[in-house]
């Protein structure tokens, strides 16, 4: 009997420890995501990833969409645009734009995920205006000029980015 109430005790604080966790879990995920937004306000809510973004475009020249992602680059001169990717892949990357040139990101946001609205677009890009973005990056002459034939791509036109807290423990 004594066994019996052991075990039905020790089941009892199982259960409860998973309770407790589950609502902790449950808590965390509801929390809002905060940040510095550019462009317009907008929230996480929605945002899906970078591969599900690419399953959404099988078969689609565009989509309009909320997406998380990660930054792989930022146009050192202004920061008028970004390449970002699923966890800083670079062979599946993305050029993000800005809505109407009206706002610019951090320079020095490479490797942090982002939030962003917009739609996803499949546009061919011209050997220029790839040059173009490989100065701004800070590639050097030999790599600029080893560019010479024009590359399809998929973009991303963003009308807000939301460049979300790190939190560093403190």
Request: aromatic fraction near 8%.
């Amino acid at each position: 009997m004594f066994r019996t109430v052991i075990a039905l005790l020790a089941i009892t604080t199982a259960v409860a420890a998973c309770a407790q966790n589950k609502q902790t879990t449950e808590e965390t995920a509801a929390a809002p995501v905060t940040g510095e937004t550019f462009g317009e306000a907008i929230t996480a809510d929605g945002a899906i990833t970078f591969d599900e973004l690419l399953a959404e475009l099988q078969g689609k020249d565009s989509v309009a969409v909320k997406l998380t992602a990660t930054v792989n680059a930022v146009c050192q001169m202004k920061g008028c645009w970004m390449n970002i990717s699923s966890d800083g892949n670079t062979d599946r990357e993305v050029m993000v734009k800005f809505k109407d040139y009206g706002f610019f990101v951090p320079k020095d946001i490479a490797g942090r995920q982002v939030i962003m609205q917009g739609y996803a677009y499949r546009e061919v890009t011209p050997v220029d205006e790839l040059r173009h973005y490989a100065e701004d990056a800070g590639k050097s002459a030999e790599e600029i000029a080893a560019i010479t034939e024009p590359k399809e791509e998929l973009k991303f036109l963003a009308s807000g980015v939301l460049l979300p807290t790190v939190n560093d423990g403190k």
